[in-house]
């Protein structure tokens, strides 16, 4: 194992890990020689393996939320023995600082936060003004503390062409007409879901243009998938696929219609043109990364408000986004 080698502690959401891949391709270009390992979820492995710049995926083997010391305390064994000379500490969590500084790395950067100064000794300051969006943040930790950010990587992540073809026979998809995908999920919240209702009829006009349509999503996303699907004007993949699966159906589609989720960032990863459906939460703060694309916010006074709930009760930040208008700017 070189000793030039940078382990990297990711962060725990689908999307975030995605972008952090802007991180990773900024590393990689400025120490080509410099091995860089991602710790992080298991569930997010196969996605960090789509990730050229990254020798090694290890996982943390912690559910999301929990101390479990002596599960640290294990894995730090295991990277102790990986003799790396660095530690980039991405989540600003105690937690998240622990491993690197139980496996003795000499240099560990991470933003202040949750009092781990002892367990961070490259501390950067954390400006939310100046670092004004997720991947800004997760880039600054790559340059030196008083180094002005450079120009972002958006994130690319590798696509299995044989795996396609293995996945269109298995799931019986139509790929003789372009397909659009539909993410009627995000984990955060319903404040950040446009209603199913619009989804459903959006599928029902994109059937009626020439399109394919897909609803892709988790074992959660079953129910919204079925609704959106009930008509017949579009294919339920919800449950069916694993979430590696989704970064090759992503890449056969022509374009996606999307919650601000971990799916969405995604689509902008393999070259999908990404519609971008905001309520609660900003594009100016977890914009897709991606120059194809449309944003579709309505910038009403009581939002971005971040909640997983509309606080107001009427949710006319997603409601107030008509069907008609991401359809024209599809078709």
Request: charged share 20%; net charge neutral.
């Amino acid at each position: 194992m070189s000793s030039h080698s940078t382990l990297i502690v990711g962060p725990s959401w689908v999307g975030d890990m995605v972008m952090a891949q802007s991180l990773f391709k900024l590393l990689k270009s400025r120490n080509p020689d410099r091995a860089l390992d991602v710790l992080a979820p298991a569930w997010s492995l196969p996605i960090v393996a789509r990730m050229p710049e990254i020798r090694e995926g290890i996982a943390s083997k912690t559910g999301h939320g929990e101390f479990g010391l002596g599960k640290r305390r294990r894995i730090a064994a295991e990277v102790r023995a990986k003799s790396y000379d660095r530690a980039i500490v991405m989540p600003r969590s105690f937690k998240a600082a622990l491993i690197p500084w139980l496996a003795g790395v000499p240099v560990r950067s991470g933003f202040r936060g949750e009092s781990r100064y002892w367990l961070i000794n490259d501390i950067r300051a954390f400006d939310p003004k100046k670092l004004d969006q997720t991947v800004k943040r997760f880039v600054a930790l790559g340059v030196a503390s008083d180094a002005a950010l450079p120009e972002i990587p958006y994130p690319s992540l590798l696509v299995d062409s044989e795996r396609q073809q293995q996945l269109i026979a298995a799931l019986s998809l139509d790929v003789t007409r372009p397909v659009i995908a539909m993410m009627p999920g995000a984990e955060y919240g319903p404040a950040k879901c446009w209603p199913l209702e619009y989804f459903a009829e959006l599928a029902e006009r994109l059937d009626s243009s020439g399109y394919a349509v897909w609803v892709l999503g988790s074992d959660k996303d079953v129910d919204a998938g079925d609704t959106i699907s009930q008509q017949g004007h579009a294919h339920n993949l919800c449950g069916k696929t694993a979430l590696v699966d989704v970064v090759d159906l992503l890449a056969l589609c022509e374009r996606v219609v999307s919650n601000d989720s971990g799916l969405m960032h995604i689509a902008a990863a393999v070259g999908t043109h990404v519609h971008g459906i905001y309520g609660s939460s900003s594009p100016l703060f977890t914009p897709p990364l991606t120059a194809k694309r449309d944003i579709h916010t309505l910038d009403l006074d009581c939002s971005p408000c971040f909640e997983r709930h509309c606080p107001l009760g009427h949710l006319r930040c997603l409601k107030d986004i008509s069907v008609k208008d991401i359809q024209v700017r599809i078709v």
